[in-house]
């Protein structure tokens, strides 16, 4: 299974729960602020992505959509 990971930055408060939750360590605080003085997170290897979504399960502001894809459809 790979995934395909969009945060929105505009919307991400900085909380960090998805960097604490992500199992591949692939999200990180960024260091830009966003329009609401808030670091929000970026994904620092996309390719390295899963699609556990548990990213998107723990933000409190929906800010973080994954999309999941499996290897067959990727060669097909």
Do not use: H
Request: charged share 30%.
């Amino acid at each position: 299974m790979k995934g395909r990971v969009e945060i929105d930055r505009e919307i991400c408060k900085g909380c960090d729960y998805c960097v604490i939750t992500c199992p591949m360590g692939i999200i990180e605080t960024d260091s830009v602020f966003n329009k609401a003085g808030y670091y929000p997170v970026r994904l620092t290897d996309p390719d390295k992505c899963t699609g556990c979504v548990l990213c998107a399960e723990v933000c409190p502001e929906l800010a973080i959509m994954v999309w999941r894809e499996s290897v067959e459809q990727e060669k097909a």
